[in-house]
């Protein structure tokens, strides 16, 4: 069965750091890209970073030199370097894989969301 598996999510105090990690499990597909967005309570969900295959990476304003994204694309995994977390980065934290189909034209997939707490 064809998901997106994370972990890493929990409580830390301001200042410090997380990683998070996503594997697309069950598949042999060649994702385009590969990233993560929040949502944070009340707000909309927005994209955090993302990556393609070739390891071009693309981050939000609000992240920019406190996280890093990095890729495996032979294991179809994620890891998402989160330092200097502030309170304002609490959210739940969504994977999200994208893929090319001939019938379906770009497809996403989601992963269930793991939750990050930044609080002293």
């Known amino acids: 069965q064809l998901q997106l598996v994370e972990s890493g999510g929990g409580l830390v105090q301001p200042g410090g750091s997380l990683r998070l990690s996503c594997t697309a499990s069950g598949t042999t597909l060649s994702f385009s890209s590969m990233g993560w967005y929040r949502q944070a309570p009340g707000k909309s969900r927005e994209l955090v970073a993302s990556i393609t295959r070739v390891g071009s990476a693309d981050y939000a304003d609000s992240v920019k030199g406190r996280f890093t994204l990095s890729r495996d694309n032979a294991k179809n995994t994620v890891w998402l370097q989160m330092n200097s977390l502030k309170p304002e980065d609490t959210a739940v934290y969504h994977c999200?894989?994208?893929?090319?189909?001939?019938?379906?034209?770009?497809?996403?997939?989601w992963g269930q969301g793991t939750l990050v707490t930044v609080s002293s």
């Open positions: 999200n894989a994208g893929y090319w189909s001939g019938i379906r034209g770009y497809v996403e997939l």
